[in-house]
């Protein structure tokens, strides 16, 4: 099963890529992740990528583009993937596109931005794992501390509320235009498209994936 998480920062995308990938099988192919990964290693990658994301702009195509081609071309997504955070961008849909990177279905998850620079205020992550907690509504076992690994969890850079604000405006701006493109891309039988209430508790956005994918 191959699937794209389509949605605004903090609509809930790596808290469902993540409980879909242990309900399916699947893994999650976070750009998000890889970056921030990249990043903490040091690496070419991570140096140009770390201010643009700390400013909440998006990446250049081109870099985002190879990467995810390397991605998905990996053994365990044979039987499928989970796309958190791609595409992004019209050239970025288009450039799947061409690849011959076909989805079986599209996930819309529609939040209204004021929910989600609340969202953004609460939320906790462990890096390693992608694993996203909230203070409020998606708490760990333990305080600041991950379920698994019992490691430290942290605060996003980009989680400030001013960037979060410039995350939304771009998401609005350039992100957005993809509903318009995957219902056409459904509508000619490509793919399959889905809106979600976003604003629904956890579990409930989870248990309405589950009745629409199996
Ligand atoms: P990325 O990491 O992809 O961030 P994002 O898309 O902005 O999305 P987020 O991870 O912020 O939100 P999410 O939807 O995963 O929400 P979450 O589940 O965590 O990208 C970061 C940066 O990398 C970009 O700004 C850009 O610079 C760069 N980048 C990445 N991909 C790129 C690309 N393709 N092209 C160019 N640049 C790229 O949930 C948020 C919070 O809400 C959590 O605290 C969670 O616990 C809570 N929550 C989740 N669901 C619910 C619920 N139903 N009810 C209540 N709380 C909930
Ligand atoms: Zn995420």
Do not use: W
Request: charged share 25%; glycine share 10%; aromatic share 6%.
């Amino acid at each position: 099963m191959r699937i794209i998480l389509l949605g605004a920062p903090g609509a809930g995308k790596g808290t469902q890529a993540q409980f879909l990938m242990s309900k399916y099988g699947i893994p999650q192919i976070s750009t998000g992740d890889m970056l921030r990964a990249a990043i903490k290693e040091g690496s070419e990658l991570g140096v140009a990528a770390k201010k643009i994301m700390d400013a909440g702009q998006l990446v250049s195509d081109e870099l985002i583009i190879g990467l995810v081609k390397e991605r998905v071309a990996k053994a365990d997504c044979a039987n499928g993937f989970l796309l958190d955070g791609f595409p992004r961008t019209i050239p970025q849909a288009d450039a799947m596109k061409d690849a011959g990177i076909s989805v079986d279905h599209v996930i819309e998850f529609d939040v209204p931005d004021d929910v989600i620079v609340e969202r953004m205020s609460g939320r906790r992550v462990h890096p390693a794992s992608g694993r996203v907690y909230h203070l409020v509504y998606n708490p760990p076992k333990v305080t600041g501390k991950d379920d698994e690994t019992g490691e430290e969890l942290v605060t996003r850079v980009d989680d400030l509320e001013e960037t979060v604000r410039k995350r939304l405006a771009i998401y609005h701006e350039q992100t957005e235009l993809l509903v318009g493109y995957y219902r056409e891309t459904a509508a000619r039988g490509e793919t399959q498209y889905h809106h979600i209430d976003g604003t629904q508790a956890v579990d409930a956005v989870s248990q309405q994936l589950v009745t629409l994918l199996d």
